[in-house]
């Protein structure tokens, strides 16, 4: 029987009209799980974005984007679950 094996999961809220993209978290990031985004904002920056599986790993939700924002446009790390292949 297929039983899901949950695993913590985190997301980085961003207020993406706030962002000015000045990149300080997307340096910042160890996993590098923040880019910069293809859109505008109605500021006329390209924001930032989160991805969970970062180009090193997944997040660890080690809130150092949330610390370093001078903006405030980093609302917040959660956690949560996602569910992976198990037995």
Not at 50 to 55: A, L, Q, S, V, W
Request: proline share 3%.
């Amino acid at each position: 029987m297929y039983r899901p094996v949950l695993r913590q999961k985190w997301d980085v809220i961003i207020d993406a009209d706030r962002c000015k993209g000045c990149e300080i978290c997307v340096n910042a990031c160890p996993e590098q799980n923040l880019q910069l985004s293809k859109n505008i904002n109605g500021l006329g920056y390209h924001y930032v974005e989160f991805n969970f599986h970062g180009k090193r790993g997944d997040c660890t939700g080690c809130n150092i984007c949330y610390n370093v924002c001078p903006d405030y446009s980093i609302l917040g790390v959660v956690s949560g679950e996602e569910a992976v292949n198990g037995s």
